[in-house]
């Protein structure tokens, strides 16, 4: 029961640099989220899909890209990497069936991201 | 603009007594609202949730309170074990059903329960 794998674990980039993290649910999830998490801001919303081939923005988009070629899967990309960008990243899914709320989001362990 | 806040960065107790963490929300359309749990080098994991509708749900240890007037929200846990030492996130969603589990979180607050 993997419920939402995120690969890598830890990356560090230069400056300028680019890279996709990969998140994988196997809960059969339509909602997927990318977040970030920086000290004292809590996590905060870059993009979310409600559904396979969708994307839409979140609160702090600039400087990504996402896919979501397959259900299952949620690509967040970063094409120039900036020092702004360290930071923990979190994927999340959550149910559509009955409401979000009956399954309120599941998130990955986490990409720790260092762009030097 | 923080519209979901957490004032107290910490928070420390002895084992058996009773934690209280506190959230502070801003925006009138969030209509619901969840706490997670956060363990070092993992994810959040949800812990318990409550509705505007209601002002107070409970679950086991843990009871959440929500006082809209105030728009306040806070999460009881009694009585406090050492295993709930964790970083604890007060989460919000808006109204509506394009709010699509969209959720915008609290700074978190570090509880320590000392045995």
């Known amino acids: 029961n993997a419920g939402v794998t995120q690969t890598p674990k830890f990356r560090v980039l230069k400056t300028g640099q680019s890279m996709t993290l990969l998140c994988a649910q196997d809960?059969?999830?339509?909602?997927m989220y990318w977040y970030r998490q920086d000290p004292g801001m809590g996590l905060r919303l870059i993009h979310y899909?409600?559904?396979?081939?969708?994307?839409a923005k979140g609160e702090v988009p600039d400087g990504y890209n996402v896919s979501r070629l397959k259900k299952q899967n949620f690509l967040l990309g970063l094409e120039s990497a900036a020092p702004s960008q360290t930071s923990v990243y979190f994927c999340?899914?959550?149910?559509?069936?009955?409401?979000?709320?009956?399954?309120?989001?599941?998130f990955g362990n986490g990409t720790r991201l260092t762009v030097t | 603009d923080q519209q979901v806040k957490q004032n107290s960065p910490s928070l420390s107790v002895q084992e058996g007594r009773i934690s209280i963490l506190n959230c502070d929300y801003t925006?009138?359309?969030?209509?619901?609202f969840l706490w997670y749990k956060k363990y070092p080098a993992e994810g959040p994991t949800f812990l318990i949730s409550?509705?505007?509708?209601?002002d107070k749900n409970e679950d086991g240890r843990f009871t959440v309170f929500l006082n809209k007037s105030a728009k306040h929200l806070s999460l009881h846990i009694v009585p406090s074990q050492p295993g709930d030492s964790a970083v604890y996130f007060c989460?919000?969603?808006?109204?509506?059903?394009?709010?699509?589990?969209?959720?915008?979180f609290g700074q978190g607050t570090i509880l320590t329960v000392h045995p």
């Open positions: 809960m059969n999830h339509e909602y």
């Open positions: 999340a899914s959550s149910g559509s069936t009955g409401g979000w709320r009956n399954s309120p989001l599941h």
């Open positions: 989460a919000a969603s808006a109204k509506g059903g394009t709010s699509y589990g969209k959720l915008t």
């Open positions: 925006n009138s359309m969030f209509d619901y």
């Open positions: 409550i509705s505007s509708i209601k």
């Open positions: 899909s409600v559904g396979e081939g969708t994307t």
